[in-house]
């Protein structure tokens, strides 16, 4: 018999590092988006020291000569950036704490449903590849591909967060009413969580494409950026279109079969919300010279749609048992 009162604490516990994982990925969009991802050029230290310096006053005369040496040339200490990516990396930190924590609390399912337990060990050792792999991506003088890998292996990452807490509810999840939804949304839902990751897919190699053309203006002269644009931007952009529309049909049928207090209708609420907050970030993006804030919420509010929907279909699924 699971102590209900620890399961509890999983749940929150779980809930808190779900919503610290998003917050990592706000911060390195932030990163990425002001070009601080070489503010401190060397790994897990900065400029060599665990607490970055506040000054070049600080650093050896001859620091630019040492970093080329290693393969990072042109290095300029800049306190900004350095200081930008120094709290990425401390967020990143205290996101292994945190998953070390859920993982530790999963136990109590041990003896219940072990695949619980191995969900969150997973998570433990993935979120460690995950912190090898900014090391790559910094060794690697932040190669686009390198960036794009560490942001979805994130995106896996809250997928089995959610799965896992999911899975520990599922005697709760198993009683919503989903009677009155048609079989067409359970399959509705499936193409949305598709059509997001071939959008997510598209929106790193548009990522990919402004991060050339920003090294190329270096990193001003935004209003000039558009102009250089590929044409996956505009496949991007009119893609957001289907998305809008499938998960509107989604979330119209959603409030048409369900109470006010189904949890179901809640997260259509929040999948609403979260779109169109995705898509005012990408319109801000398109039309108003590509300000830094908007790049970090357009990537932020793109995994959260993901996870909101991953949730949904899970709900479906474990609802759909008991009417089965």
């Known amino acids: 018999?699971?102590?209900?009162?620890?399961?509890?604490?999983?749940?929150?516990?779980?809930?808190?590092?779900?919503?610290?994982?998003?917050?990592?990925?706000?911060?390195?969009?932030?990163?990425?988006?002001?070009g601080a991802g070489m503010g401190c050029p060397d790994w897990p230290t900065c400029f060599g020291q665990w607490v970055p310096p506040t000054s070049e006053a600080q650093l050896p005369e001859n620091y630019q000569e040492i970093y080329a040496e290693r393969g990072y040339k042109n290095t300029q200490f800049n306190p900004v950036k350095t200081w930008t990516e120094y709290t990425n990396r401390l967020v990143g930190v205290s996101i292994g704490f945190c998953i070390l924590l859920t993982a530790w609390a999963s136990r109590i399912y041990l003896k219940s449903d072990k695949?619980?337990?191995?969900?969150?060990?997973?998570?433990?050792?993935?979120?460690?590849?995950?912190?090898?792999?900014?090391?790559?991506?910094?060794?690697?003088?932040?190669?686009?591909?390198?960036?794009?890998l560490h942001m979805l292996l994130a995106l896996f990452i809250v997928a089995l967060l959610i799965f896992s807490i999911a899975k520990s509810q599922r005697d709760y999840l198993v009683d919503i009413d989903s009677s009155q939804l048609s079989s067409s949304v359970y399959t509705a839902i499936k193409f949305a969580m598709g059509f997001t990751l071939i959008q997510i897919a598209m929106g790193t190699q548009v990522r990919e494409a402004v991060d050339f053309i920003a090294h190329e203006h270096k990193y001003i002269d935004r209003e000039y950026w558009r102009d250089s644009f590929p044409i996956i931007f505009y496949i991007h952009r009119s893609f957001s279109a289907i998305i809008l529309f499938t998960n509107l049909w989604i979330s119209w049928k959603i409030y048409q079969?369900?109470?006010?207090?189904?949890?179901?209708?809640?997260?259509?609420?929040?999948?609403?919300?979260?779109?169109?907050?995705?898509?005012?970030?990408?319109?801000?993006?398109?039309?108003?010279?590509?300000?830094?804030?908007?790049?970090?919420?357009?990537?932020?509010?793109?995994?959260?749609?993901?996870?909101?929907?991953?949730?949904?279909?899970?709900?479906?699924?474990?609802?759909?048992?008991?009417?089965?």
């Not at 191995?118 to 003088?141: D, E, K, R």
């Open 1 to 34: 018999m699971i102590d209900h009162q620890a399961a509890i604490r999983f749940r929150r516990l779980g809930m808190i590092t779900i919503c610290a994982v998003y917050l990592v990925i706000l911060v390195g969009g932030i990163v990425r988006a002001s």
């Open 257 to 324: 079969s369900v109470d006010k207090d189904n949890v179901l209708l809640r997260c259509a609420y929040l999948l609403v919300g979260v779109i169109a907050t995705a898509i005012i970030a990408g319109i801000t993006l398109d039309r108003l010279g590509v300000p830094p804030i908007a790049q970090p919420i357009h990537l932020l509010m793109a995994n959260i749609i993901f996870g909101v929907q991953f949730f949904i279909y899970i709900c479906l699924f474990y609802s759909s048992k008991k009417q089965a």
């Open 115 to 148: 695949s619980i337990f191995y969900l969150c060990l997973s998570v433990l050792f993935i979120t460690g590849f995950q912190g090898w792999l900014g090391s790559a991506v910094v060794a690697s003088n932040l190669k686009p591909f390198m960036i794009t």
